[in-house]
Structure formats: C-alpha cells, structure tokens
C-alpha cells in the first residue's frame, strides 16, 4: 500500500436511514463543540490560578471528552427511594448509546488539528493566511458531516463494508447497509483482491444530496498504466494556464501537444439563473420556510457549477497526464490575481490551482514528474531557438522575432517550450523605475456611465 485515494458514492438513504445520519452529524457537531467548550474553560482555569494540563492534541480531547461524557456535568438524575429520600444519580450524556462512538472521537481529531493549524500559524511555522482559534459549529448554518473509521474485529471482519448485502450497499456500523447510486465494482475488485484497504467514511450532506467518501489505502498502479524510468533531459512539456485558452501545452521545440480553447466556463455560463435564484432568497423573510427553499434551490445550482468545474478539471488532467511523463506548470500567485475586480471571477471560475493539484497526486501515482517553473523567469521574452533574452516585450506585442536569429513564434508557445529553465533559480527581474514621476498622470478610477442609462442599470 503506497498510496491514498477516494472513493465518493451518492447515497440513497430510506426516511429512517436519513433520521439517522441526521442524528450522527449532530452528535459529531455536539461533540466538536463540547471539546473546544473543555479547552476554553482549561484556558480560563490557568489564567485564573495553576490548573491541570490543557487537551490540545487530539489523544488529549478524546481522553477529556471520554471523562465529561460519563461524568455528572454530562447527565444526572434525582432519584427518590420508597422511604422519601431523594439521591442524585450520575448518568452522564444518556443518549451517547444512540449513535457510534467514533463519531465524537473523529470530532475531537478534527478540533485537534484545528489547534494545531492555530498554533503553527501563529508561531509562523505555517504558510499562508493566518489561521484564528477554532470556533463553535451552528447548528444552522455548519454542514452535516461526521466521519468514521473502519476498524477489524477479532474474526477479522472490517467494520467498513462494499457490497455486502447488494452489489450496490455500503456498510457502515451503528448505521447498516446504505444504497449508493453508482457501481461500486471498481473499489469491490481491489478490496477482494487485497490491493485496497478502506481507512475511514466521510458521510456529508450538500445541496440536499446525501454521499459517502471512502478513503482508501491502495496499492501502486499497474506497470502498464506507469509511465517507464525516463533519464534524458528531453522530453520536457510545458503547460500554460490562461483565460482565453484555458491550457496549451507544448515541448521544447514549441510543437504543441495540447490546446484547450473551448472550456465550459461554468460560473459565467450560468451567471443569469444564480442572480435569478439570488433575488428569489433576498425577497423572502428571513427565517422562513420559503427562504430555506429558495436558499436551497441556490445550493443545488453551485454544487451543479462547480461538479461541471471538477469534471472538466479531471477531463484535462488525464490527458496530460496520460501522454506525457514530464510536465513542467508555472507558480502563479492566484490569490494576487483574484484581488483583481475586473479579472476575479474569471480566474476564479478558472480554478488554476485546482488544476495543478490534480497534476501534482496523479504524475505522482504515475511515475511522472512534475516541474514548477519559477513565475520570475523570462520565458516569454527568451527565444526557444538560440536562447537570447529580449530586454523588453509590451503586452500588445502578440508575435515574438528574435533579434539575433529571426525566429518568430507567437509568444504564448514561446513561454510553454521553455523547459530548460527547471531547477534553476531565476531571480528577480528590476521592477525599473517608479511608475509615478513628475510626468505620470494618475488613471481615474471607477466608471463612466452616460447620463441616460436608467438607474437599474448603473453600480449601487
């Protein structure tokens, strides 16, 4: 076993199956937010004097929860014996019998490595936007989840099961068999001949649709599907990621091997009916039945969006990967980009960072290799042919000539065929001189509207 993957099922639960993954989500909410309620008060008891050590880590939240679950701040009753006497009873939480276990141990981990995610952000061991303190799940607005490990009992049978009452069933304990929609023939072979090994189930609730992920521990890909040791440094293919065309990719001779001008753009395509079903949940009264209609209707709309997005997503990576054993990607400061009014929703219908992620776990699975080319390098002023470096190149120049050898390229291959640059530190271009001087004219921002256009039609 060398690698993890997922298996996601649509299930198809009855009215009481549904009653119960309903219960076990709160329970995994409940959970959650008694365990970070026992590490405020840990924090409150040390400001105030010397108290025991505060649950952190995972193990340590399990441990406190297990004790406050059976304690008397859990659950207690009042007991009155035959001769008037009334004593007090500790029950702890009465209802923990209803729903697995694991449930709430699961939730404990996760608000664990929410800590530590806080605690690395904060001592700057974490990269990125800095991560605040866990806060408290609503019982409104946090999704339905909860997670489950496959554990082996003593017979050897694993608590996690496929197919076991019909070819289309998942097993779950403390829940029982749940139908899926799609064939599970796939992840029932590998399991029966040991190259997988299901780890936990992921059951969640999104746009009124009930699935289960089941992470799976599973053997290397067949040699056949691998792609061979390669040792030369050719081969090389650059993939460039844009808006108009959404991937081009070309080797370093600028023969291009892939061109993807037509992609969905499924957010734009859809821009029309999501303000439609936007309007609808703004005009109803808040705390309604019809608002959590309307607001479910708009719920369904995104997950189909962004489904289209992720399929698309799949589609292109597959080819890339499939073809090619070296592919080379730029580093792109996506979040930089989306600070861009006028460019954000493009790029984020893009989903670029998205796309290098499925590229970077399945060249990994592949055997293939997967390069980042520094986003500083010249690649589209450097000629592929004799490796000149132009010392400037506007952006409404769209042809790219060599002033020593004439090559003429358009420049979008120009940047993709440049593989050679892998490995090589590339510094930082000289950002030149201010761009406000004496003689710079200020640009004025926002928009001009004419002044007959109607007012539905200008900003608020």
Partial sequence: MARFTTFRF????????????????????????????????????????????????GF????????????GDAGRVMVAAGDGAVAVQVTGLAWRGEVCQQVFEEAAVDLGRGLSAYTASRTGHR??????????????????????????????????????????????????????????????????????????????????????????????LHEARRHPPNTSAAGWVGVDRGLSTFVAAARADGTPVLRVDDWPRPARAAVARQRRLSRKVTGKQRGSHNRAKAAARLGRHHARVAA?????????????????????????????????RRLASAVADAAWGELARQLAYKQQWRAGQLALVDRWYPSTKTCSACRTVVPAMPLYQRTFTCQVCGHHADPGPQRRSQPRCLGRAAP????????RGPGHQRRPRGRHWPAHTRGRNRPR
């Fill in 60 to 71: 340590d939240l399990i441990n406190a929860f297990n004790g406050w679950k059976r304690s």
């Fill in 127 to 220: 990269r990125g936007r800095r991560v605040g303190f866990p806060r408290f799940k609503s019982k409104k607005r946090a999704p339905l989840s909860f997670r489950i490990r496959s554990r082996t009992s003593a017979a050897g049978r694993a608590g996690i099961r496929v197919g076991e009452r019909a070819p289309r069933t998942v097993s779950l304990p403390g829940i029982g068999a749940l139908a899926v929609r799609q064939d599970t023939r796939r992840l029932r072979r590998m399991l029966a001949k040991g190259r997988a090994k299901i780890v936990s189930a992921t059951v969640s609730h999104r746009a009124g649709r009930w699935a289960v992920s089941l992470t799976c521990e599973a053997a290397d």
């Fill in 308 to 340: 289209i997005r992720r399929r698309f997503l799949h589609h292109v990576s597959n080819q890339l990967v499939n073809t090619h054993d070296r592919l080379a990607i730029e580093t792109l400061t996506i979040t930089g980009m989306l600070s861009n």
């Fill in 10 to 57: 649509c299930l198809n639960p009855t009215a009481e199956q549904e009653s119960v993954l309903r219960r076990h989500a709160g329970a995994a909410r409940f959970g959650y937010n008694q365990c970070l309620r026992l590490v405020k008060d840990a924090l409150d008891g040390k400001r105030g004097g010397p108290v025991g050590k505060v649950p952190w880590s």
């Fill in 428 to 435: 930082r271009p000289d950002p030149g001189p201010p761009r």
